[in-house]
């Protein structure tokens, strides 16, 4: 049974880091395409970044380049999502997911309707 569980959430001011982690079971996390997404109160969800499949090739919105960093830890069966220079519209609540798609393995999309499955979310507020 596939599940996605996220944490690290929390309250950060303006700024700071955070680091979230998306821990994965029924499936290993090296073969598969993950993406982090995140939505805001009242927004659109929004496609954050990915990693792909093997070869591990990143792919950030235009919104976090530069300042957010994803990676996967395969003994952990972990995907993570280093978060710095924290602002207030990166504010909202924060989903992994993986898809069933078998993308090449230097390609990944942030296209929400090709992930089928989603963990509950956690939480990221900036404010001072």
């Known amino acids: 049974q596939v599940q996605l569980v996220e944490s690290g959430g929390g309250l950060v001011q303006p700024g700071g880091s955070l680091r979230l982690s998306c821990a994965a079971s029924g499936f290993t996390v090296e073969y598969y395409t993950i993406g982090w997404f995140r939505q805001a109160p009242g927004k659109e969800r929004e496609g954050v970044s990915c990693?792909?499949?093997?070869?591990?090739?990143?792919y950030y919105a235009d919104s976090v380049n530069g300042r957010f960093t994803i990676s996967r830890d395969s003994p952990k069966n972990t995907v993570y999502l280093q978060m710095n220079s924290l602002k207030p519209e990166d504010t909202a609540v924060y989903y992994c997911a993986v898809t069933r798609v078998y993308y090449s393995r230097s390609y990944c999309t942030v296209e929400g309707a090709e992930y089928d499955y989603w963990g509950q979310g956690t939480q990221v507020t900036v404010s001072s």
């Open positions: 990693i792909s499949r093997n070869d591990g090739t990143t």
